[in-house]
Structure formats: structure tokens, C-alpha cells
Nanobody, 123 residues
Framework: VQLQASGGGMVRAGGSQQLSCAAS????????VGWFRQAPGKERELVSG????????YYPPSVKGRFTISRDNHKGTVLLQMNSLKPEDTAVYYC?????????????????WGQGTQVTVSS
């Protein structure tokens, strides 16, 4: 399974952006999915996760209330809607999938990774 993340770019603070993750060679509908981000000099962190069924989601305090993850298992895509963006949200964003019911905080628990998409939020 190969993942493709798309939708990054530059946005002003307070703006919105939507990221999309899709799979080739398989379907995302059979995996729990996480969106991670990594800023220069920082560790990769989970900013949103969604269970295989879509019934359970996770957000850390830093993005809760601003980011929304969703999935369309018919289309096999996972979206990350990011609102009220802040300069500290600037990072490379990665989608990742693991063959399990639920997401995990540890990036090493994910088997498949997208190539990453840059999100830059200017003040």
C-alpha cells in the first residue's frame, strides 16, 4: 500500500487548509490512520487519528477544536480539515496507516507512510 498526502501549501494565520490522504495498491478503509507533523528540529507528533471504523478520533490539546479528521471508506480517503491555523502549525504533514482498529501515538506503530506535504502558516 502506498499513501499519497496532498493539500499542503501556504496560508495566512487564521486561515484554513484541508489535507487529503489516499492509498494506491490497497484501500485506506481497512486501516487506522494518523496525521503526523514534523517541524524542523522537532520530533514527529500525532496531530490527529481516526479508527478503522471512523467512530473514534484523537486530537492533542494543541489542535483540538481546530482540526477535524474524517474518513470516507467508500472512497478510501482520509481528510484533515485544519481551521484557525497558527504559525506554530507550520510543518511537514504526513499521513500514516496501521493495520489495527485504533490509532497510536507512536509513529513506529504505523506501517505505511505518505510522502509528506508542507504546510506553512504565515503571521
Amino acid at each position: 500500500v502506498q499513501l499519497q498526502a496532498s493539500g499542503g501549501g501556504m496560508v495566512r494565520a487564521g486561515g484554513s487548509q484541508q489535507l487529503s490522504c489516499a492509498a494506491s495498491g490497497g484501500t485506506l478503509s481497512t486501516y487506522a490512520v494518523g496525521w503526523f507533523r514534523q517541524a524542523p528540529g522537532k520530533e514527529r507528533e500525532l496531530v490527529s487519528g481516526i479508527s478503522r471504523s471512523g467512530e473514534t478520533t484523537y486530537y492533542p490539546p494543541s489542535v483540538k477544536g481546530r482540526f477535524t479528521i474524517s474518513r470516507d471508506n467508500h472512497k478510501g480517503t482520509v481528510l484533515l480539515q485544519m481551521n484557525s491555523l497558527k504559525p506554530e502549525d507550520t510543518a511537514v504533514y504526513y499521513c500514516a496507516a496501521r493495520d489495527a482498529n485504533f490509532m497510536h501515538l507512536d509513529p513506529y506503530e504505523y506501517t505505511y507512510w505518505g510522502q509528506g506535504t508542507q504546510v506553512t502558516v504565515s503571521s
